[in-house]
């Protein structure tokens, strides 16, 4: 299989942050040890344009066979994303992004223009509905992982508060117009070569609306082998659980809040909550409220680093967002053989399995809470169950390392090309 010069758009980058920052960042170092990137990017802090972390990074520690060229938004994209900046109106930033998918088309055409490229890659962001520009180009296109069709359950509506439920309410209406009327993704979706779908439900989704085959995988993965299972934290008598993300309605932790309030066993239970969020006041005074302050140890926004120490020390690892693709933190968790308990939809219907988490499936709102409760309960009563999920997700964890998707992604590149030859010999 030989080398290629491939052609990357991936929107966020950062070898410091999570998310798709991190996404794109384990993409950038595996696949350049076969092949040569030329990554197209548009930040690596908080904002459009704020690139000066990776500028500088790369300055003492470039990575071989990668040349990173930062797209910064011109002067209506930074216009357009003011409102965003803000904090006022985080929807004017998809006006000002798609003004930079245009910046980034002619950019790429000018690269296409001076140098040769075997084909292009369009990484991340992972959402489908701004599906960009360079499908124009004439050259083989890969898109994906993406996805983000799947809407809030009825169910889980009563886990949202009033902003939360304009927001994804919104969210779901334009979903379902922007899915099955918006030209570009269609003219898009024609066009790709191969498409990646993240999670089981985008996959089917495409099938259903546009008749589209993808090939499924999750958009991250775990980057070092995971086999770093803490056996001294069963010594203590107390279970620690862990719950990380933006603490806000989509991420819902009054779940979890919820379901504590309901345990039997709460005297032995420490949570961990890592992040921040316009509802982390209102939750900590619902905290107080019903007693568990003293249960609960609120970090904030904390460095990667400190999150795979306290995962390093946690039993358990809890989701409860209702809604997402694959958050980072279940392979996180993973790498550090910590077993997830979430809802079973999106991403972690995908990921999880019985033999390294729980799956709580959607019949009621007081269902899931009480189930939560039960599940964590159980658990806590009997930690040797808890040991055995650990090993179950070291195995399992070797189904999603960076090692094996340098080959995955290097077999894909040779399909797309293998596609784009086979549609100009139809011309």
């Known amino acids: 299989m030989s080398s290629k010069k491939i052609l990357v758009l991936a929107y966020a980058i950062s070898p410091t942050r999570g998310s798709?920052?991190?996404?794109?960042?384990?993409?950038?170092?595996?696949?350049?040890?076969?092949n040569d990137l030329v990554v197209l990017y548009g930040a690596s802090g908080d904002h459009m344009g704020d690139v000066d972390e990776l500028e500088q990074f790369i300055i003492n520690r470039p990575i071989p066979n990668v040349r990173f060229i930062a797209v910064k938004p011109n002067r209506i994209a930074q216009i357009l994303n003011i409102l965003n900046k803000k904090g006022l109106f985080a929807y004017s930033f998809f006006f000002a992004y798609n003004m930079w998918h245009r910046q980034v088309y002619y950019k790429a055409k000018e690269l296409i223009h001076q140098e040769k490229f075997d084909l292009i890659h369009f990484l991340v962001p992972i959402g489908y509905r701004e599906p960009g520009y360079l499908w124009k180009l004439k050259l083989p296109y890969i898109w994906g992982p993406m996805g983000g069709t799947k809407n809030l359950s009825r169910v889980l509506i009563?886990?949202?508060?009033?902003?939360?439920?304009?927001?994804?309410?919104g969210r779901a209406i334009i979903n379902y117009i922007q899915l099955r009327f918006h030209p570009r993704l269609k003219k898009a979706l024609t066009r790709v070569d191969v498409l990646l779908t993240s999670t089981t439900h985008d996959q089917n989704n495409f099938v259903k609306i546009y008749n589209k085959e993808s090939i499924y995988i999750p958009e991250n993965g775990i980057k070092f082998k995971a086999n770093r299972f803490n056996d001294d934290k069963y010594l203590s008598e107390n279970i620690k659980l862990i719950w990380i993300g933006g603490i806000d309605s989509r991420k819902a932790l009054i779940i979890l809040l919820e379901a504590m309030k309901r345990m039997k066993n709460l005297q032995r239970v420490r949570l961990d909550i890592v992040g921040d969020g316009i509802l982390k006041s209102s939750l900590m005074k619902f905290s107080k409220k019903n007693s568990l302050l003293n249960n609960i140890t609120w970090h904030g926004a904390v460095k990667r680093e400190k999150v795979f120490d306290l995962l390093s020390k946690s039993h358990l690892h809890i989701i409860t967002s209702v809604t997402e693709a694959n958050t980072n933190v279940i392979f996180e968790a993973m790498s550090a053989g910590v077993p997830t308990i979430s809802i079973d939809h999106c991403g972690m219907h995908d990921t999880i399995c019985e033999k390294c988490g729980i799956k709580i499936p959607i019949q009621s709102y007081e269902q899931?809470?009480?189930?939560?409760a039960k599940h964590i309960d159980r658990l806590v009563a009997h930690p040797e169950e808890i040991k055995k999920l650990s090993f179950g997700v070291i195995e399992c964890a070797k189904k999603y390392t960076w090692n094996l998707r340098q080959d995955f992604f290097n077999n894909l590149y040779e399909l797309a090309i293998d596609n784009w030859n086979k549609k100009q010999n139809q011309k």
């Open 368 to 372: 899931i809470i009480n189930e939560y």
């Open 158 to 169: 009563k886990a949202l508060s009033f902003s939360g439920i304009i927001k994804l309410g």
């Open 20 to 34: 798709e920052y991190s996404q794109s960042w384990n993409y950038v170092t595996e696949m350049s040890k076969d």
